[in-house]
């Protein structure tokens, strides 16, 4: 996977320390940001909305705010710019999006393992690792005309590369500050978990 071994030397700590306690409603208090990540299909920007949702806050997809600047979908800017091209623009989305002071971001699948995205995230906000089985990430991903990376793969085929995705990328996902079993996750739960994690 190119350039997504480069600038890994960088250890920060997240300045979310003071994310933690609850409110009138029992529900976490954020204040900054939270980056769920994971492999395509595990659910980051519904979960994203929900737990947003929970917390009273924005919520950010990168991937729609990618579409939203260049005007074109992501499988149109794949098509024009190759891969290489995609990651350069959604690196620099991540780093200099305006961000609300608090709120929940849903990135793309393969953006923690490029660049120094992963590490840029755990020194900016709490990284949340969806994680989920290979099996049940084929079952969930119906629809995949809209994703340039499988839209031409049969299910078996599909296992397959995700299960070797996989084995690329978690090094990566696991660099996450908080990891959770994202089969059957409701928000509650999630919101929870972060809460048990960061107070």
Not at 131 to 150: D, F, G, T
Request: proline letters at 4%; one cysteine or more.
């Amino acid at each position: 996977m190119a350039d997504e071994n480069s600038g890994y030397d960088k250890k920060e700590k997240s300045p979310l320390g003071d994310l933690g306690g609850s409110n009138s409603n029992s529900h976490l208090r954020a204040e900054g940001l939270i980056f769920l990540i994971g492999y395509m299909g595990c659910g980051k920007s519904t979960k994203a909305k929900q737990l947003a949702h929970r917390l009273e806050c924005p919520v950010v997809d990168l991937d729609a705010e990618i579409v939203s600047k260049s005007g074109k979908t992501i499988a149109e800017y794949f098509a024009k710019f190759g891969e290489s091209g995609f990651r350069n623009f959604e690196s620099e989305m991540l780093k200099t999006f305006d961000y609300p002071k608090t709120c929940v971001v849903a990135t793309g699948g393969g953006l923690p393992c490029f660049f120094d995205n992963m590490d840029w995230m755990n020194a900016n906000g709490t990284t949340v690792y969806l994680q989920m089985e290979p099996a049940a990430l084929v079952s969930r991903l119906h629809n995949r005309q809209k994703r340039p990376l499988i839209k031409d793969l049969n299910d078996e085929e599909l296992l397959a590369f995700i299960e070797v995705k996989l084995e690329e990328r978690n090094p990566f996902y696991m660099k996450a500050r908080i990891i959770v079993d994202a089969f059957d996750l409701d928000a509650e739960q999630l919101e929870e978990t972060i809460k048990n994690k960061i107070s």
